[in-house]
């Protein structure tokens, strides 16, 4: 079982950039596709991006891949999300999730999920 922790989120202007964290521990962290999630209020879990074990392969949502990227560094246990451009349409809690199996845009298809980190974007 592995567990996660987000950070990284916070307040920005409308054209700023963040970079979200996932801190990783209490299993094999190369064991895991690795996702990110947002889900802004009122709205569904929407999938961001995932990353396979060992950061050869990443997914990202049409919508978002030109301004977020997706990354790992498996030896910090450590997951990232880089953003730019940020749109107050990019306001939402964003989510780390780890899969034991093969990785999907499904959320439900995930096996461990963060706390969430706020990212607020204000126009």
């Known amino acids: 079982q592995v567990h996660l922790v987000e950070s990284g989120g916070g307040l920005v202007q409308a054209g700023g950039s963040l970079t979200l964290s996932c801190a990783a521990s209490?299993?094999?962290?190369?064991?895991?596709?690795m996702g990110w999630f947002r889900q802004a209020p009122g709205k569904e879990r929407e999938f961001v991006a995932a990353?396979?074990?060992?950061?050869?392969?990443?997914y990202h949502a049409d919508s978002l891949k030109d301004r977020f990227r997706i990354s790992r560094v498996n030896t910090k246990n450590t997951l990232y999300l880089q953003m730019i451009s940020l749109k107050p349409e990019d306001t939402a809690v964003y989510y780390c999730a780890a899969d034991k199996s093969d990785g999907s845009i499904r959320w439900d298809d995930y096996d461990y999920w963060g706390q969430g980190t706020q990212v607020t974007v204000s126009s």
């Open positions: 209490g299993g094999t962290f190369t064991s895991y596709v």
């Open positions: 990353i396979n074990w060992s950061g050869d392969n990443k």
